[in-house]
């Protein structure tokens, strides 16, 4: 006999994207960096899935898979390619994105940042300089102001902390490759004071629109599995926080929501075997997954009493033969986490498009849309007909 789990009413459905990945013809501090000796990956993100100029082909996808949430992400660099000269043309590019995702019934959800620098903004120090949130918060206020009337959901940073900021600033694996603790731990601050300061501006410059404004945050919180000594607790209680927590503890109270994405266990204490056998498998990244760790999270952070969507979750899988049941066995979990007082408001998979996946290049495949890059044709794989049956049912069948 099946089990079928009814979401809550008003539950939103979806997908996400990142404009660097998808866009195409993008120049930024990635750009420079794809290009660059010190690059030992040599990935190019190019022409990527062209998305800029084929954004109505894919939403009319997201339409027929049932999608009535998309998030995406703002090009900094598009907008502000010179310091405090901001492009009209771009905005009204974004103006027109927004339209098309209205004109389809399909709720936008705009990240203003997502790891991509204008060049400007780099050869200044990026994220190390004491003025970059006084930077970022002059091109948040252009945005908002510009697109407040179609946009309700706005997502400040996605992982600034729990990722970008330890790639780029202390193990040198993303740009600009450095290595220090003391500007990991600054650049760090410096994310949490410019959440704030753009969340302030952002309600003040909206007056009496913003209550119908919610303005979040998004991190990429794991599942990190320790052993039975006291002393990998500690360890682990403390990893836990600084990757998971962190930002969120920061910048209490200015945000409206918390993005949560989960994807996998990122880390193993000795002994923690014997806690949690080997879970599922992620080839393509090289990551072990397990679903009920996203119940765990939840839980967690439903201790915060603010909304939360699921921002991010998703596999990479390019024969489509796991990402089924990646996506109905996650579900499971935050249904579980919804009856015990999650406050969860939609699920959006990462991601609708294969897309280029930043280090690892094209080669990890995670969209419910395949995407051959030598044609740039979409071909919707049969997991994505699947998750649209939930999508349109708000509920999952077991």
């Known amino acids: 006999m099946s089990d079928l789990l009814k979401f809550p009413d008003g539950f939103k459905w979806g997908s996400a994207t990142s404009a660097h990945q998808i866009e195409g013809g993008n120049y930024n501090d990635w750009t420079e960096w794809e290009k660059s000796p010190q690059n030992s990956s040599r990935f190019i993100s190019g022409r990527a899935c ?9 939403f009319d996808i997201a339409q027929k898979l049932n999608h009535n949430i998309h998030r995406f992400s703002i090009e900094w660099s598009r907008i502000e390619p010179e310091e405090g000269k901001f492009n009209e043309k771009e905005i009204e590019h974004y103006k027109r994105l927004i339209g098309a995702l209205c004109d389809r019934g399909i709720e936008p959800m705009v990240t203003l940042w997502h790891f991509t620098n204008p060049i400007w903004f780099a050869e200044k120090g990026g994220w190390i300089n004491s003025k970059s949130p006084e930077y970022f918060t002059r091109y948040v206020k252009y945005v908002v102001d510009n697109l407040k009337d179609k946009v309700g ?14 790639f780029s600033y202390l193990n040198g694996q993303w740009p600009p490759q450095r290595r220090n603790l ?9 994310f949490v004071k410019a959440h704030i300061l753009a969340y302030r501006e952002i309600k003040k410059m909206c007056g009496d629109m913003s209550h119908n404004i919610a ?3 998004t991190e990429n919180n794991v599942y990190s599995a320790h ?39 990122d880390r193993r204490m000795p002994g923690s075997y014997r806690n949690l056998p080997r879970q599922g498998w992620m080839p393509e990244m090289g990551w072990e997954t397990y679903p009920k760790g996203i119940y765990y999270r939840l839980t967690e952070l439903k201790k915060i009493k603010k909304p939360i969507y699921i921002t991010e979750n998703g596999i990479a899988d390019g024969k489509d033969e796991q990402r089924d049941k990646f996506i109905k066995e996650h579900l499971r979990w935050i249904w579980q986490a ?11 998979y990462w991601s609708l498009l294969d897309n280029f996946e930043w280090h690892h290049g094209f080669g990890p495949r995670f969209g419910l849309v395949e995407i051959d890059y030598a044609t740039l044709e979409r071909k919707i794989r049969p997991s994505a007909y699947e998750y649209s049956k939930i999508c349109k049912e708000n509920a999952l069948i077991l």
């Open 153 to 166: 959901l706005w997502i400040t940073f996605n992982e600034a902390v729990s990722v970008y900021a330890g």
């Open 182 to 190: 003391f500007e990991y731990q600054k650049v760090r601050n410096n």
């Open 215 to 217: 303005i979040g945050l």
């Open 227 to 265: 052993g039975d000594r006291w002393y990998e607790k500690i360890i682990d209680s403390i990893y836990n926080y600084q990757r998971n927590i962190y930002f969120f503890d920061k910048a209490l109270p200015y945000y409206d929501f918390i993005g949560l994405n989960y994807y996998r266990v």
């Open 50 to 58: 062209d998305s800029y100029n084929r954004y109505e082909e894919d």
């Open 338 to 348: 919804i009856q015990d007082g999650a406050d969860v408001r939609g699920y959006l």
